[in-house]
């Protein structure tokens, strides 16, 4: 599709037009030109927004779909197209569908669904089989069918030394290990951020040294075998200093936050509203602040959604039985710019490409067209009728938000939310 996009503010540090307005004229999925005052053409179709910006594709490191196995919750054909409405030229899946991603026929499966659609898929693999944390799963072999990394999903591995062989192994591919932190025996049954919250309304609570314990573990682990190494989802303020410090000693560690340990306290579950549970839990205000100064500082790498759709009978229960997980696609933008400045966000909700050796191009002129599109001024609130997810289990209903995507042009299709 060609397109000319009228007074759009690019926000895009790399881009020899950073912070400017202009007019940028796009043919067959390249940037022909860039300037003001572009001349009309009758070859290319116009789009002119109040308030346009556009910055790099937004890509998201942690996106759960369901499919196969889970479509109830969502297919992969609506999950891409939610995708792209929300923002995001590509997303990494999480293999925890129904058979498990973890060996290369799996691999092939998630991406022959794929074609066709503007937003790009980079399918994960398990890494161990079955994600049940007893042998290493085919990681040769899934990553010439087009894995991006390894992890088994919102699922810690005990075996440390298990994570030590991965680690070890995939360095003769360049391969990436993601490794969720979370100590089983210490997390126990809890459900909720242990604190004064989770004590007064009688939920059994998750401590942070639950995660802490096995952040500092596979950093040393990392140290130790070489490699590289990707920490999900971080939710503590000590986790963010075990990482701030392993950086400083040179060590390939990357980290991720999500959305909503940075927007969402565990104030939130008073009203035991089980939208709220979540795997890393809501954790304190203290923690939060944490998160977002790592943010600032760069010590966290990325921003992640961290979707995962539940249906309804997995979610619309009693506290304690219901599943972690929310969806968050939808909501993202809206909600950071609520709380951090713009030209940050754009910078984190950017960079899982580089974190999965995945390319990515500035925008300037002649080079491949992958970009978002959004608003920053409208202030609203998220209700129900902005989810696009076939899952409704949001942990934004209500939430004050602050600016909007509008959609995203990618491979040569505008999709418009």
Partial sequence: MNLILRKATIIDPESPFHNQTVDIKITNGIFEKIGVSLPKSASHQEFDH???YVSQGWFDTSVSLGEPGFEDRETIANGLEVAAKSGFTGIALQPNSYP?????SQVHFVKQKVKGFATELFP???LTKASEGKDLA????MKNAGAVAFGDYNKSLSNANLMKIGLQYVQDFNGLVIAYSQDENIKGNGVANEGIISTRLGLK?????????IVARNLFLLE????KLHIPTISTAKSVALIKEAKKKGLKVTCSVSVHNLVLTDEKLEGFDSRYKVSPPLRNEEDRKALLEGVIDNTIDCITCDHN???IENKKMEFDLAKNGTIGLESAFGALLSVLPLEKIIEKLTFGKAILNIENQEIAEN????ISLFTTDDNWTFDASHILSKSKNSAFLGQPMKGKAIGIYNQGKLVLA
């Fill in 100 to 104: 498990i991603i973890d060996n290369q």
């Fill in 205 to 213: 609570g998750i401590p942070n040294l639950a995660e802490e314990l």
């Fill in 367 to 370: 080079n491949k067209v992958s």
């Fill in 124 to 126: 994960i693999g398990a």
């Fill in 138 to 141: 085919e990681l040769f072999d």
């Fill in 309 to 311: 759709p539940i249906d």
């Fill in 50 to 52: 109040k308030g346009l």
């Fill in 224 to 227: 130790y075998t070489g490699g």
